[in-house]
């Protein structure tokens, strides 16, 4: 039972800054590619960024290059996004996912977090 669960979203100003949080449990942390995707309101659900199982290759929409990046910390179980320069399109709910694929987290992916909600102010 693969389970995770996304923190560190809220509300910031243009040009701010914000980093989430996923842990995941049930199953082998580094064995998962992991990923982070957003929909906001009214719209399809877009790719943002992924990160494969040993950190070494990473992947960004093209809207958040430069601005954002993925990590991760296996011996904390833990990915992080770090979020700059934040612009008001960016506002949505974020989601964490995993997958045993790092390709396949481009556009989908076997298991979700419940999101948590990123707001930017104009």
């Known amino acids: 039972q693969v389970q995770l669960v996304e923190s560190g979203g809220g509300l910031v100003q243009a040009g701010g800054s914000l980093r989430l949080s996923c842990g995941l449990s049930?199953?082998?942390?580094?064995?998962?590619?992991m990923g982070w995707f957003r929909q906001a309101p009214g719209k399809e659900r877009e790719f943002v960024a992924a990160?494969?199982?040993?950190?070494?290759?990473?992947y960004y929409v093209d809207s958040v290059k430069g601005r954002f990046t993925i990590s991760r910390d296996n011996a904390k179980n833990t990915m992080y996004l770090q979020m700059n320069s934040l612009k008001p399109e960016d506002t949505a709910v974020y989601y964490c996912?995993?997958?045993?694929?790092?390709?396949?987290?481009?556009?989908?992916?076997?298991?979700w977090g419940q999101g948590t909600q990123v707001t930017v102010s104009s």
């Open positions: 990160i494969s199982r040993n950190g070494g290759t990473t």
């Open positions: 996912a995993a997958d045993t694929s790092t390709r396949q987290l481009s556009s989908t992916a076997n298991y």
């Open positions: 049930g199953r082998t942390f580094s064995n998962y590619a």
